[in-house]
């Protein structure tokens, strides 16, 4: 089976409802600017979120989300099954938006045949409210894992805000899928230019999140659930061996890097999975090096869509020509998303 993990969803009807588009454009904070406008020569609309105004980073069209066309790509691509995920606007979704996109990824799933599979999305700040629409996702949906943002605001998933709800996810059995934001909570010197900040911002935003996760308590307090984070963590060599040092070989007068005997790499290696992303920009010399580097049991296919229809389209047949064994591939391309999000 060939499962793309990271398939994108809005519900259509923001575009043509004028008054569900103007709530959801309203709802826009954390710094960000947001907009509609129509795309030249289409007729088709565009919502246009910026951060800080001139600098666009999240870009949805209308027409990009409808069933019969991810249904039609993916059986171009030969994928089997995806998980449907939000594009970034969950970093400030309200819980009602947050019910309106359950409900509707659920009737993708439906209409789809059980081909498009939801992950739940929920604002994670453990309000009772939030955490009964986290539990009617698994309970009455069915939904096994939810999504959230690298980071809120300023506030990264190892701010004791956030306790309640992960405690909640913990409990509830649930894995939680990390999406990257497009620049990290830092980000004046990624603004400058376009490629630099959308595509470096969220690399560097990965690998603060995953190391943040990591050396705090959070799967102290949370221990059964696991964490997939999106573009391969960011930068996954610099984290899976730079960042958990092995303790000097002889004395040292002062200690300048925390060593702790394999057990922050421990805690990484149980706890954090990665999430290619699209596997086309890594290319292959560095997917065969995370292969080498994370293992193969670790790393998921995953395409961004409709961000490009070729990651997609293109991209099972590029990760099968890959220099890894045949069981590897089969893992990357189907074999763990299957086992983390626990679907038949």
Known sequence: MII????????????????????????????????CEEVPGTGKKQIVLEKPVGSQNLNYLQGDYTVEGQLADMDAAGVDKALLKVPGCHEWMSLEFCKMFNDGMWEHFQKSGGRLIPVAVVP??????????LERCHGELGMTA???SAHYGDAYLDDMKFAAFFEKVNELKMNVYVHHTPIPAEYQSFLAYNNVRRSYGRIVDQGLAVGREV????FERCPDIRFVHSMM??????????MFPEPPKGKEEISRIQADNGRMKERFRKHIYFEMSHAQPW????????????????????????????????????????DV??????LM???????????S
Not at 124 to 133: I, R, V
Not at 215 to 218: K, R, W
Not at 286 to 296: D, I, P, Q, S, T
Request: charged share 25%.
């Open 4 to 35: 793309d993990a990271n398939m994108y969803y809005i519900p259509e009807k923001i575009f043509t409802d004028d008054s569900l588009l103007e709530r959801f454009l309203g709802e826009v904070r954390f710094g960000w600017h947001a907009r």
């Open 124 to 133: 994670p700040y453990g309000t009772p409210e939030s955490l009964a629409e």
């Open 146 to 148: 939810v999504q959230v």
């Open 215 to 218: 050396y705090s308590d959070l």
């Open 233 to 242: 963590g960011g930068g996954f060599f610099a984290i899976a061996n730079l």
């Open 283 to 322: 290319g292959k010399d560095a997917l065969e090096f995370a292969v080498k580097v994370l293992g193969a049991d670790h790393i998921i296919w995953g395409t961004s869509y409709p961000v490009r229809k070729e990651w997609l389209t293109g991209g099972p047949e590029f990760v099968k020509k890959l």
């Open 325 to 330: 064994t045949e069981e590897e591939k089969l």
């Open 333 to 343: 391309l189907g074999g763990n998303a299957e086992r983390i999000y626990v679907f």
